[in-house]
């Protein structure tokens, strides 16, 4: 609840800009309530001297009020729409609004009575509406007053306000009603009209005292003072209104009517004035605070007043009998009041010493059962005092401490913090802590304790530093347990990369001084997943638990080996970091790692791949960890089980790669991927029967990019599956608009190649579908050539791959058949038209040499009715041992290298049959020459 009255704080949108706060030329309220002061001033001159003539007699005596009632009700209405009053508050303006167009209304009546129809009304139809403004104004001022806080205070509240009441009403009996008399020409509505008035004028002092007793403060507002102000002058001039309106004998103009004036002015001003301190913004009080009811005087004050009118009505009789029983009674009575006074200050003294000693007891009894320890010590660090605390958390007896210094009992290597906290103390009471200290307890062990000071020195009733300990052992003891965790790889108890970090940062900074650089070396199982997909996490855990023992055997004390996540190992090298130790380690590692692993009785053997990288001046520890990443995967791509020591120029050939894969994406949206075509042909004919599309980059600042430079960047990346399919989609463009122009003979196949990425992870059989019938390609035409490695990942979702897009009518060809996992048995399993022979296998023929492998594939390709492809044939006397041993078709540089669409274009266009060995009897095969016949 907010106090009354308050001037509330409005929000920031509601504050005015500077420079029309509060500023009167800005502010309407303020300006009419200038103008109303003015027309009081010129009313009290009227009054005064008379000025004017009949004319203003007749303005003033008649409509002093009439301009004056309407515009107190729009202000109000306008001081009730403040959104920083409370709804209370608001309601309260509101009915003052309403009260003052009764007020009006009724006032318009009486002038219409007196000064038009020169009747004088009382009572009147005036009096129906002068009569509703008191109940709406009372009601006003219980709103703007509170809600006390407790029913003791509500009670006494009520007390004062009923004794109050009684002073008042005998007062006003004394003044003005005992004047009212019952006569015939008015009747009983003149009578009980003539009694309303004062009576309702009781009814709103008592209100506007109410308001006064409830405030919380010796602050009132303004408005407020304003408004208990304007209700005063209210029942003054209805006190002197009322006897001569009664006798008949009241006229409008009189001191009557300078008191409702006034009246009005003041409620103008307090309705004005709400509006401008509420747009100032004024401070909001607390609005949880409600202070208790403690005024005592007015009761006093109330019995006071009803004695000092028993004395001024028997002034003259003070011998009398009566008289003097007056004189004794108010001294007796004040008397009785003094000895209340007393009391009451004897009660409030004993009310504050209880609550002293019940803080006292309450206090102690804190102290005592507080687990925190409370010292206090002088200025020279001796204990002055000690709670009792102290033998729970130290042990020991709580008189045994005070007259000691409190360095007795703290850890050695805490004395010096002990002795320079409590100096810096005492010479600074800001410097408080917190502080960390060990104590000894009573058996010997110590105690961690965080301290925090409180300087009292000037202290009358302490004289000494209060230091309050809490104990913090356990804290501390989880402290190092997370500190552990935090630092260490719980499954092989190495450091993890937290602690790796920090290690390696401290040994570079080292470094920068006097100690050599450090080395660092990373080391990564080789197919390691292999372990954990077909053993279980289990037993890949064992295995890494085993590793890590090697690598701690395998190295100083002084080394640091971490575990950076996975089958990843660290090794900080310090000390002797000579080229011929690191390599001889490295070498060891090596050994070490890839020796065999003996996992619950089986014996796993692996292989592992290690980075070296040494340290160098102004190297950061993100760059040096960098560069022995780059090694170590420089040594997987080696052919893992060894290790490869960082050069320059591994970086600048990954950040070539990096470059590369950002540049992958845009290049693709500009179509810079081409399909380049070399030529298949008949061995036995040389006639070209079909081409295989092999990708190309065409960079516009590097030139022709072959597949080796970003095939594997594009599978990383993932941007293969986009590759593949701009192939796809071109080369068939490509090869239906060359149908056009050749013989179908002519080009029987055109061969794609189909990474692993593209059959596990897009919809190839609809891709492939979707260009077969937007491009209207023969099916037969387009072969699909997918490696036998990519098959073998997983044999079912390939198979059924296959299935389906052999149901396409399009043909699938065992692209390096002899280099992957499956064996020959395996071959019948897919649904497969064409093997294409390595060229590994072709490289190794010779005259008598490497030919039965190559025998062996053509067999099964026969007996299996496939078509056999052998690839790279460079030599004639390799295109002749194909020959001999039945190999239908073959491609190579010996035919044509690979070539852009529009020279593919033009080879059709001109050739049916590329040079080829013209072969005579025997061996002569060396002596052989080519035949440059071409057919039209």
């Known amino acids: ?372 320890l409370v010292i206090v010590v002088n200025d020279e660090s001796r204990v002055t005092f000690v709670t009792p605390s102290i033998e729970h958390l130290l042990g020991i007896p709580v008189d045994a401490l005070p007259g000691k210094l409190l360095i007795e009992i703290a850890h050695p290597a805490d004395v010096y913090d002990v002795r320079h906290f409590c100096r810096d103390l005492s010479e600074d009471p800001t410097l408080n802590g917190p502080v960390e200290w060990r104590l000894r307890s009573h058996d010997g062990d110590w105690t961690y304790v965080e301290v925090i000071g409180t300087n009292l020195l000037h202290e009358p009733t302490v004289r000494g530093l209060v230091l309050n300990a809490r104990d913090i052992t356990e804290r501390k003891r989880l402290e190092d347990e997370l500190k552990h965790l935090a630092f260490t790889d719980t499954l092989t108890l190495l450091a993890n990369r937290n602690l790796f970090n920090e290690q390696l940062g401290i040994a570079l900074a080292r470094a920068n001084g006097r100690e050599p650089y450090p080395t660092l070396l990373f080391a990564d199982l080789d197919n390691f997943k292999k372990i954990n997909d077909s053993l279980g996490h289990e037993a890949g855990d064992k295995l890494l638990a085993i590793a890590a023992r090697r690598l701690i055997r395998a190295t100083r004390s ?170 796809l989609e071109q080369a068939c463009r490509h090869t239906v608009e060359w149908l056009q122009s050749v013989r179908p003979e002519r080009l029987q196949h055109i061969a794609i190649n189909i990474s692993g990425r593209q059959i596990e992870h897009t919809d190839l059989v609809g891709e492939v579908r979707q260009v077969i019938e937007f491009l209207r390609i023969p099916p037969h035409v387009l072969v699909l050539e997918i490696t036998e490695s990519v098959l073998m990942q997983n044999v079912t979702a390939a198979i059924d791959q296959l299935t389906r897009l052999k149901q396409l009518g399009v043909r699938i060809a065992l692209d390096d058949f002899g280099t992957g996992y499956s064996s020959l048995s395996h071959v019948h399993r897919f649904p497969i038209d064409i093997l294409k022979i390595d060229r590994s296998f072709i490289d190794g023929l010779k005259k008598n040499d490497g030919s039965e492998l190559v025998r062996a594939i053509i067999s099964l390709a026969n007996a299996l009715d496939l078509d056999v492809v052998a690839e790279g044939i460079e030599k004639v006397e390799q295109l002749a041992h194909l020959q001999r041993l039945g190999c239908a078709y073959g491609q190579g540089y010996y035919f044509g290298r690979p070539e852009s669409a529009e020279s593919t274009r033009q080879l059709l266009k001109h050739t049916a049959r590329l040079p080829r060995l013209a072969l005579v009897a025997g061996e002569g095969g060396g002596a052989a020459t080519r035949a440059n016949a071409t057919a039209g």
């Open 558 to 727: 002084g080394d640091t080996v971490a575990r950076l996540g996975g089958d990843e190992f660290a090794l900080l090298i310090t000390g002797d970091t000579s080229e011929a130790y690191i390599q001889g380690l490295a070498a060891r590692l090596v050994e070490a790692l890839s020796a065999p692993y003996d996992i619950d009785g089986r014996q796993l053997v692996l292989s592992a791949s290690l980075g070296v990288a040494r340290a160098d001046r102004g190297i950061t520890p993100q760059e040096l960890m960098r560069n022995a990443d780059l090694a170590m995967y420089r040594a997987k791509a080696r052919g893992k089980r060894c290790f490869e020591i960082f050069e320059p120029g591994m970086y600048a050939s990954v950040m070539q790669s990096v470059d590369l894969e950002m540049e992958m994406a845009s290049a693709l949206d500009r179509r810079e991927f081409v399909p380049f075509f070399q030529p298949i042909v008949d061995l036995a004919t040389s006639e070209i029967v079909g081409f295989e599309a092999l990708v190309r980059w065409q960079h516009p600042v590097r030139g022709l990019l072959a597949p080796g430079t970003f095939i594997q960047i594009a599978e990383d990346s993932g941007l293969i599956e986009r590759v593949g399919r701009t192939m």
């Open 1 to 372: 609840m907010q106090a009354s009255g308050a001037e509330l704080t409005p929000p920031d949108s509601l504050r005015p800009t500077a420079g029309n706060a509060g500023d009167w030329k800005h502010d309407r309220g303020l300006q009419l309530t200038a103008a109303v002061i003015v027309w009081a001033v010129a009313f009290c001159s009227w009054q005064i001297f008379g000025w004017g003539g009949d004319a203003v007699d007749t303005l003033f005596s008649y409509c002093y009020d009439t301009p004056v009632l309407p515009l107190i009700a729009w202000l109000s209405w306008r001081a009730s729409r403040l959104p920083v009053l409370t709804e209370r508050q608001q309601r309260g303006w509101r009915a003052l609004s309403l009260a003052y167009i009764l007020y009006w209304v009724g006032s318009c009546i009486w002038n219409v009575y007196e000064g038009v129809l020169e009747i004088y009304p009382f009572p009147s139809i005036a009096d129906a509406f002068f009569l509703p403004f008191y109940p709406l104004a009372i009601y006003a001022l219980v709103c703007f007053s509170e809600r006390l806080p407790t029913t003791r205070d509500r009670t006494k509240f009520a007390l004062d306000c009923i004794t109050a009441t009684v002073s008042l009403a005998g007062a006003l009996w004394y003044f003005a009603l005992r004047k009212i008399e019952f006569d015939a020409e008015h009747g009983v509505l003149g009578f009980v009209v003539s009694a309303a008035y004062p009576v309702a004028d009781v009814m709103l002092l008592l209100a506007v005292v109410s308001v006064i007793l409830k405030r919380r403060s010796v602050e009132f507002p303004v408005p407020m003072m304003l408004i208990a102000a304007s209700a005063v002058a209210m029942m003054a001039g209805d006190i002197l209104f009322l006897v001569p309106a009664v006798e008949g004998s009241y006229a409008s103009g009189g001191l009557a009517d300078l008191c409702f004036l006034l009246s009005f002015v003041l409620m103008t001003a307090a309705a004005a004035l709400q509006t401008t301190n509420a747009s100032r913004g004024a401070t909001r009080r607390d609005a949880h605070t409600v202070a208790p009811y403690t005024f005592q005087a007015m009761p006093y004050l109330a019995v006071a007043g009803i004695y000092v009118l028993l004395m001024w009505e028997v002034r003259g009789s003070l011998a009398a009998p009566s008289g003097m029983l007056s004189l004794i009674a108010m001294l007796v009575t004040g008397l009785v009041v003094a000895r209340q006074i007393f009391a009451n200050r004897e009660h409030a003294e004993l009310s504050a010493l209880q609550a002293i000693s019940e803080s006292e007891q309450r206090f102690s009894s804190l102290i005592k059962n507080s687990s925190d």
